[in-house]
Nanobody, 115 residues
Framework: QVQLVESGGGSVQPGGSLRLSCAAS????????MGWYRQAPGKQRELVAV???????NYADSVKGRFTISRDIAENTVLLQMTSLKPEDTAVYYC?????????WGQGTQVTVSS
């Protein structure tokens, strides 16, 4: 069994920063892409950032220049450093990983940006 456990969400004022972390546990043989999605109330889940097994990254236009995705291969962990946060970044953030050729999702962590 594989589980993804997220941490690092919370409340922050506009312009602030947060770092999200997601670690995979269980029987992990191969990790392919890792990524973060988010879902705001009343909206569809959307891609925030992704990092491939080769290290290539891709970001949603709305977060380019503000968010950075990175990974720790040895720890099967993906990170999302978020800076210059805006109220419109408020959402539940979900990590996802392709592990052993199957897609897994974290439980979600709330990020609230408000003054």
């Amino acid at each position: 069994q594989v589980q993804l456990v997220e941490s690092g969400g919370g409340s922050v004022q506009p312009g602030g920063s947060l770092r999200l972390s997601c670690a995979a546990s269980g029987t992990v043989f191969r990790v392919s892409a890792m990524g973060w999605y988010r879902q705001a109330p009343g909206k569809q889940r959307e891609l925030v950032a992704v990092i491939t097994s080769g290290g290539s990254t891709n970001y949603a236009d709305s977060v380019k220049g503000r968010f950075t995705i990175s990974r720790d291969i040895a720890e099967n962990t993906v990170l999302l450093q978020m800076t210059s946060l805006k109220p419109e970044d408020t959402a539940v953030y979900y990590c996802t990983m392709t592990i052993n050729y199957n897609a897994y999702w974290g439980q979600g962590t709330q990020v609230t940006v408000s003054s």
